[in-house]
């Protein structure tokens, strides 16, 4: 069974930075590329950032310069480094494997 447990996620004030986590089971995640989305309110989910197997990466042009995505595969979890948070980054982000969704994590970033 697909399992994808997303972590990290909190209140911080503009210019600040948090890290989330997505551990993965269920899958042989080092084959998998993987991706962090985000839904905003009253807005559809869009695509932050993946990354594939041989650890190439690409970016929302919003987030481009700011967050960093990367995974461990010995320990099946991928990783989104946000900095320079702004208000426009509040949304739930989820983790996926384009098959398979984590429940999401809440970012609010908020003066």
């Known amino acids: 069974q697909v399992q994808l447990v997303e972590s990290g996620g909190g209140l911080v004030q503009p210019g600040e930075s948090l890290r989330l986590s997505c551990a993965a089971s269920?899958?042989?995640?080092?084959?998998?590329?993987m991706a962090w989305y985000r839904q905003a309110p009253g807005k559809q989910r869009e695509l932050v950032a993946s990354?594939?197997?041989?650890?190439?990466?690409n970016y929302a042009d919003s987030v481009k310069d700011r967050f960093t995505i990367s995974r461990d595969d010995a320990k099946k979890t991928v990783y989104l480094q946000m900095n320079s948070l702004k208000p426009e980054d509040t949304a739930v982000y989820y983790c996926?494997?384009?098959?398979?969704w984590g429940q999401g994590t809440q970012v609010t970033v908020s003066p």
């Open positions: 996926s494997n384009y098959n398979s």
């Open positions: 990354i594939t197997s041989g650890r190439t990466t």
């Open positions: 269920g899958f042989i995640f080092s084959i998998y590329t």
